[in-house]
């Protein structure tokens, strides 16, 4: 969940998240991270040595999931943000590569409001009572428009698995009360 409330926090700073595939190493780390010219990255502490591996040029902004705050001090001063252009580019999705080099998608706050809308209105017909089930992995354009943005346009609960489980996958879901399921 931690990705998602990053991503929010982009939305509302006019900043663009850029996640990438987890399985990525060496030079196709590199090669992508590279890429976006990050001014700052927030990784998983168990993806910290694939990154130092690559060799990637690692921006000296570094914020790790679960990073204790326990030594902040005093009260962070109250911010008041404008809202973004709904044009801002809030993500930048790197396609697979499956035909040639991995390309970056840029995609605004406009498309993705779109798609969760047109998803939750037209595939799931979504409501606030439905449950929606995914294990896609959040550095996917169909986990954020599909799961995340549908979510969030039709206001309905959202349960995120880490992986799919085949065994597992139907018990999940009466479990959960799962309604709308993305696999």
Request: net charge negative.
């Amino acid at each position: 969940p931690e990705v998602i409330w990053t991503w929010m926090a982009c939305w509302k700073l006019g900043a663009a998240m850029v996640p990438l595939n987890t399985a990525l190493r060496g030079v196709g780390l590199a090669t992508l991270v590279d890429h976006t010219e990050a001014k700052a990255v927030l990784l998983d502490p168990q993806l910290e040595p694939n990154l130092v591996a690559s060799g990637a040029a690692i921006p000296n902004l570094k914020f790790r999931f679960g990073d204790d705050t326990d030594g902040f001090t005093g009260r962070p001063p109250f911010i008041r943000l404008e809202d973004p252009d709904p044009a801002t580019v809030c993500a930048i999705i790197y396609t697979s590569g499956t035909t040639d080099a991995s390309k970056g998608v840029m995609l605004s706050q406009t498309s993705f409001a779109v798609a969760g809308r047109a998803v939750a209105e037209t595939m799931a017909e979504a409501t606030v009572d439905s449950v929606l089930h995914t294990s896609l992995p959040l550095f996917h354009v169909a986990a954020l428009q599909l799961a995340i943005c549908c979510v969030l346009a039709a206001g309905c609960t959202l349960v995120l698995r880490e992986r799919f489980d085949v065994e597992g996958f139907w018990e999940d879901l009466e479990r959960e009360g799962a309604t709308i399921f993305h696999c």
